[in-house]
């Protein structure tokens, strides 16, 4: 991988530059080797998540001044040109996590948290059904008290990133005795993946291979009351706070896959030819290009604004919305000309082209589609 110039962007000094030059050497000797391999096995080894754990790469700060380690490895992960292995790190040390890390009980953070960080369980997070995705009024999964101090849980959850691979799920489910359905008086569980009646069958997605999909079934699983995370009947609550940090780290990932991708598009053009002249030579790929290279250049800023808002306690859900709408965007922009000008060599299956463009789509969609940020987006005007 090229050298990219750093950033000067609020917060950032040579230290964060330090941690993005270890980072990247990290990724380079842990990752890389094997991306192609766990694209194929459809899964992360489990030698791949102790090697990022060893590094101190899946415990990095979540709030606070620290978060800005976390931004620069984000974007450095997306970098590497893999969104299924950039995805199942993404919600394994932030996503699912967080829910744990904002909201769990110190047995709950020490029983999970602490041996995810280490690398020695996966965590997944389970929330979207097939008619509750963005909108989680139609949420059919439900706890029915057991008359013993704890739950039954029944359900289907869909799209579940490290899902045969988990060690547990943070869910959420709704209350079988509420008078109204969905969110109303819903909970969040840490299920483990192993308890009697939890099911796993994986999806065969377009892109994001490595990111291990699965459909999740739950056909009444017992569940311990010292599982929930929080107080009974808040997910809505809980969700609401940490959908934002959810968008911030969507986007900040999105933002190292644009770059990775406009980095291949500027190097195709210089060497590929058509007849005797580079790709370079015509002035409308040129400006093709320089566009995206443009848009990429605000946009990584506005990355990097929206990660020193969240280190204040600042970050709105304006901002999170507009960065991860931009920048999952631009990624697909930034791929959909990468295999159009790679001609017949980018419709090929195998071809890094043909697999920058699958996982492309799918940024769009994940963590809230491009419909929803706009919504929220002109919701705040």
Same mark, same amino acid.
Not at 8 to 20: I, M, V
Not at 79 to 105: E, W
């Given at each position: 991988?090229?050298?990219?110039?750093?950033?000067?962007?609020?917060?950032?000094?040579?230290?964060?530059?330090?941690?993005r030059?270890?980072?990247?050497? @990290?990724?380079?000797?842990?990752?890389l080797?094997?991306?192609?391999?766990?694209?194929?096995?459809?899964?992360?080894?489990?030698?791949?998540? #102790?090697?990022?754990?060893?590094?101190?790469?899946?415990?990095? &700060?979540?709030?606070?001044?620290?978060?800005?380690?976390?931004?620069?490895?984000?974007?450095?992960?997306?970098?590497?040109? !893999?969104?299924?292995?950039?995805?199942?790190?993404?919600?394994?040390?932030?996503?699912?996590? =967080?829910?744990?890390?904002?909201?769990?009980?110190?047995?709950?953070?020490? #029983? !999970?948290?602490? &041996?995810?960080?280490?690398?020695?369980?996966?965590?997944?997070?389970?929330?979207?059904?097939?008619?509750?995705? +963005?909108?989680?009024?139609r949420?059919?999964?439900?706890?029915?008290?057991?008359?013993?101090?704890?739950?039954?849980?029944?359900?289907v959850?869909?799209?579940?990133?490290?899902? +045969?691979?988990?060690?547990?799920?943070?869910?959420?489910?709704?209350?079988?005795?509420?008078?109204?359905?969905?969110?109303?008086?819903?909970s969040?569980? @840490?299920?483990?993946?192993?308890? &009697?009646?939890?099911?796993?069958? &994986?999806?065969?997605?377009?892109?994001?291979?490595?990111?291990?999909?699965?459909?999740?079934?739950?056909?009444?699983?017992?569940?311990? =009351?010292?599982?929930?995370?929080?107080?009974?009947?808040?997910?809505?609550i809980?969700?609401?706070?940490?959908?934002?940090?959810?968008?911030?780290?969507?986007?900040?990932?999105a933002?190292?896959?644009?770059?990775?991708? @406009?980095?291949?598009?500027?190097?195709?053009?210089?060497?590929?030819?058509?007849?005797?002249?580079?790709?370079?030579?015509?002035?409308?790929?040129?400006?093709? @290009?320089?566009?995206?290279?443009?848009?990429?250049?605000?946009?990584?800023? !506005?990355?990097?604004?929206?990660?020193?808002?969240?280190?204040?306690?600042?970050?709105?859900?304006?901002?999170?919305?507009?960065?991860?709408?931009?920048?999952?965007?631009?990624?697909?922009?930034?791929?959909?000309?990468?295999?159009?000008?790679?001609?017949?060599?980018?419709?090929?299956e195998?071809?890094?082209?043909?697999?920058? !463009?699958?996982? +492309?789509?799918?940024?769009?969609?994940?963590?809230?589609?491009?419909?929803?940020? #706009?919504?929220?987006?002109?919701?705040?005007?």
């Amino acid at each position: 991988m090229s050298t990219v110039q750093e950033l000067s962007a609020p917060g950032l000094d040579e230290s964060h530059a330090q941690f993005r030059a270890r980072v990247r050497a @990290v990724l380079a000797r842990e990752v890389l080797p094997h991306a192609d391999g766990w694209e194929q096995r459809r899964q992360i080894s489990a030698e791949g998540w #102790r090697a990022l754990a060893d590094e101190g790469l899946l415990a990095l &700060p979540h709030a606070g001044a620290g978060f800005l380690d976390s931004a620069v490895f984000l974007e450095e992960l997306g970098r590497t040109g !893999y969104a299924g292995i950039r995805a199942a790190v993404g919600v394994h040390a932030y996503m699912a996590a =967080s829910y744990l890390t904002a909201f769990g009980s110190p047995e709950l953070r020490e #029983r !999970y948290l602490a &041996p995810a960080r280490r690398g020695e369980h996966v965590a997944a997070l389970a929330i979207t059904e097939a008619d509750a995705g +963005s909108d989680l009024r139609r949420l059919t999964t439900t706890a029915v008290a057991d008359g013993d101090g704890g739950y039954r849980v029944t359900g289907v959850k869909r799209h579940v990133a490290n899902g +045969s691979r988990a060690g547990f799920y943070v869910t959420v489910v709704a209350n079988a005795e509420a008078s109204s359905p969905g969110l109303a008086g819903a909970s969040l569980f @840490v299920i483990d993946a192993d308890l &009697p009646g939890v099911t796993r069958t &994986p999806q065969q997605t377009l892109g994001w291979l490595s990111a291990d999909v699965c459909q999740v079934d739950f056909a009444d699983v017992p569940v311990s =009351s010292d599982h929930l995370i929080g107080r009974p009947g808040r997910a809505l609550i809980q969700l609401m706070s940490a959908l934002d940090f959810e968008r911030l780290v969507a986007g900040l990932l999105a933002v190292g896959g644009a770059l990775f991708c @406009v980095e291949l598009l500027k190097q195709l053009i210089r060497t590929h030819r058509i007849g005797d002249a580079p790709l370079s030579a015509k002035q409308t790929v040129r400006h093709r @290009v320089a566009d995206l290279d443009a848009e990429l250049e605000l946009v990584r800023h !506005y990355g990097y604004h929206a990660a020193w808002s969240h280190s204040q306690g600042k970050l709105s859900t304006r901002t999170a919305s507009i960065l991860k709408l931009r920048a999952t965007e631009l990624a697909v922009a930034a791929a959909e000309a990468f295999a159009r000008y790679s001609g017949a060599r980018g419709y090929q299956e195998e071809s890094t082209a043909a697999r920058l !463009y699958r996982d +492309s789509l799918a940024g769009v969609i994940a963590a809230g589609p491009s419909e929803v940020m #706009r919504d929220l987006v002109s919701g705040e005007m």
